[in-house]
């Protein structure tokens, strides 16, 4: 028995409480316990909150929404009524945009286990008075779903080891899929927030082609709530979440 519990709370209008709702969490339990934990030493027991119930005061949360614009203007954001962390799954943008919920529901979680309060950084020194600083994120330089796995009919995106963030690692396994090669590798379509110490400016966005410098991160994601202090970061409740 995990010492995290997660409670899996659906409140979206295209993903139903049904059989694949159930085949999809247990996915996600086999995906935590069989294959992150293992690599991570972090594990979590998931369940299914039902209808019109609550998740008890201990738990976790990863919350099923369907619009990414309606989640943020409501408020979903970085932790729970109780402090506790929060992730948020946009079911009817992705399906919008051709994409799998349930990969991006595992990619959410994974994250959100490794990087509880989206606060953690891996600091690389390369010169004698700077360096750069990499957002603790497990997903994002592999993200892609053509790089993600099965498991069970349902698909999980594929993770990055801690020895990804170790740049002194010549050899060894990167990620899950054994699809990158060395440290800090970006593989197509994948990305990681990086903060150049000294050059100042923020937090920047590193792609697999090139440095992204947007000045302003998109509200809700978890560059933009890098910005924020925990203190000042927005409560969210479950009876509230439409």
């Known amino acids: 028995m995990a010492n995290i519990k997660i409670a899996v709370i659906n409140k979206s209008t295209v993903v139903k409480n049904d059989s694949q709702l159930v085949k999809v969490v247990a996915a ?15 594990d979590a ?27 943020g203007a409501l408020g979903y954001h970085d932790i729970t009524s109780k402090g506790l962390p929060l992730g948020k799954v946009f079911a009817k943008t992705d399906l ?18 490794a990087d509880p309060t989206i606060n953690l950084t891996v600091f690389e020194e390369n010169t ?13 330089a592999c993200e892609d779903e053509k790089f993600a796995y099965k498991i069970d009919g349902v698909l999980v995106s594929d993770f990055v080891y801690p ?7 010549k050899t060894g396994q990167f990620d899950f899929m054994k699809k990158i090669s060395k440290p800090l590798q970006l593989l197509s379509g994948g990305y990681i ?40 970061r927005i409560l969210s409740t479950a009876n509230k979440q439409k």
């Open 45 to 71: 027991d998931l369940r299914l909150v039902a209808p019109n119930s609550k998740p008890a005061a201990n738990e976790w949360w990863l919350v099923i929404l369907d619009n990414s614009d309606q989640a």
């Open 96 to 113: 919008t945009y051709g994409e799998d919920w349930a990969c991006t529901a595992s990619h959410e979680l994974l994250e959100m286990l």
């Open 193 to 232: 927030g990086m903060y150049n110490i000294k050059n100042g400016g923020g937090w920047t966005q590193k792609t697999a082609e090139k440095v992204n410098m947007r000045s302003r991160a998109a509200v809700g994601s978890r560059r933009e709530r890098r910005t924020v202090p925990l203190n000042q």
């Open 128 to 140: 004698a008075n700077g360096g750069v600083l990499y957002a603790y994120e497990v997903c994002d």
């Open 163 to 169: 020895a990804w963030f170790e740049s002194f690692r």
């Open 28 to 42: 996600l339990q086999k995906q935590v316990s069989r294959d992150f934990a293992p690599a991570w030493g972090i």
